[in-house]
């Protein structure tokens, strides 16, 4: 006996397979990381960043003074707190984002 709606249904289902399949495909080349968008969004920790974190060392065996810190720091996309009040602020704490919530 011949059944055309289970050849239907089958149809069905392998068209859904080989969309679903073009999506992963399309999604994978697109982003070849696999990150998604909220972690593309998030900035690296500055504590992440060997060349901040050389910075912070030089920093600290007194190799280099704050003003130089400072101005280092900033060219690598840290900057640092430099208003009044800063004196008893940690030099290697970044400037907290300002503006919306």
């Known amino acids: 006996?011949?059944?055309?709606?289970?050849?239907?249904?089958?149809?069905?289902?392998?068209?859904?397979?080989?969309a679903l399949g073009v999506l992963a495909v399309v999604r994978m080349w697109r982003d070849p990381g696999g990150r998604t968008s909220s972690q593309k969004a998030t900035?690296?920790?500055?504590m992440d960043d060997?060349?901040?974190t050389e910075l912070r060392m030089r920093y600290a065996?007194?190799?280099?003074?704050?003003d130089d810190y400072m101005q280092r720091a900033a060219i690598l996309g840290y900057p640092m707190w430099s208003?009044?009040?800063?004196?008893?602020?940690?030099?290697g704490a970044p400037v907290p984002p300002s503006g919306g919530v």
């Open 61 to 66: 065996k007194g190799d280099i003074d704050r």
């Open 1 to 18: 006996m011949n059944h055309p709606v289970y050849a239907v249904l089958l149809l069905i289902l392998v068209a859904g397979l080989v």
């Open 50 to 52: 060997p060349a901040f």
């Open 43 to 46: 900035p690296p920790s500055p």
């Open 83 to 91: 208003g009044p009040g800063s004196a008893g602020s940690s030099p």
